[in-house]
């Protein structure tokens, strides 16, 4: 049985993917801030899908946090032991993003965004490959966002965190070193989809129309899909794939028209 660990595992995408690969029979490692979601979620998923399911606590936010993650991502196959076994997915979920415009969060909040977005998913990454390139296969899928391809949020440090995390897995997954191990590695770059992350960020879900909007479901198999077929980059929907593109290739003036300035009254 094939082993996943997952951050952010209990809410939105990270609970999707939970689902997504329990029902495929992947045993999996389930990494959140709180020990009772975690438990109550690992038990779901052992009683629906009969398989087993790890939990640790960890903020990634912090040192201690991303140090347990990664010991944990360390373990490699040995030949007398079979608990805990190796993890065969990385799906680095965990990340955070601000409603308040940049300068009315405080330094200590933009940190954090970047401890977690960014930091977290360098160290676990780096602690991943260690042992997935040294036996030969495994897989890491980082979730970003069409909004880390350009100018789509204005006054917000959360674009140029996920701009880091496809630059970040393209120049990996690219490498001599991870290819010839054959490991596989994938930026999943959603677009507005319904789960509690607007909701934690305090960010409006009535902006934008509903017909921009994915179901987590649908990205988790998008993605999943992606990362089995080689895939470096994954975009979920036709109608993000030609935001990305002209996120991508329109003149940056003309793109930053149509960006959501979270500082402007209308909408801060």
């Known amino acids: 049985m094939p082993t996943a660990l997952i951050t952010g ?3 939105g995408l990270g609970k999707a993917f939970a689902q997504t690969l ?3 029979g992947t045993g999996l490692v389930l990494v959140a801030r709180s020990d009772r979601d975690l438990k109550e979620l690992a038990g779901a998923l052992r009683e629906e899908h009969g398989v087993a ?3 640790l606590p960890a903020d990634l936010s912090t040192d201690d946090g991303c140090a347990a993650v990664a010991a944990r ?3 490699g196959p040995v030949a007398e032991r079979t608990d805990p076994p190796p993890v065969d997915l990385l799906v680095n979920n965990a ?3 601000h409603e308040r415009p940049f300068l009315a969060n405080g330094i200590a909040a ?3 965004l970047l401890d977690l977005n960014v930091r977290a998913v360098l160290r676990l990454t780096d602690a991943a490959l260690g042992t997935m390139t040294g036996r030969g296969h495994g897989s890491i899928l980082n979730v970003a966002s069409v909004a880390g391809v350009g100018p789509s949020w204005l006054s917000s440090t959360y674009p140029a965190s996920k701009a880091w ?3 970040f897995t393209e120049s990996l997954a690219y490498s001599r070193q991870v290819r010839d191990a054959g490991v596989r590695m994938t930026a999943l770059l959603p677009g507005y989809t319904r789960t509690e992350f607007h909701q934690r960020a305090g960010i409006p879900t009535t902006f934008p129309p509903s017909y921009l909007w994915l179901n987590s479901a649908d990205v988790v ?3 999943l899909a992606d990362l089995r077929r080689g895939r470096v980059v994954s975009i979920p929907s036709l109608r993000y794939k030609a935001a990305a593109w002209a996120l991508r290739h329109l003149p940056r003036g003309l793109s930053r028209q149509g960006a959501w300035d979270i500082s402007a009254d209308a909408r801060s």
């Open 110 to 112: 933009e940190e954090r």
């Open 53 to 55: 399911v790890e939990v």
């Open 22 to 24: 329990a029902a495929e």
């Open 95 to 97: 990340g955070i993003g």
């Open 73 to 75: 991502l360390a373990v």
């Open 9 to 11: 595992a209990t809410a």
């Open 221 to 223: 198999r998008t993605g």
């Open 165 to 167: 995390v496809i630059s």
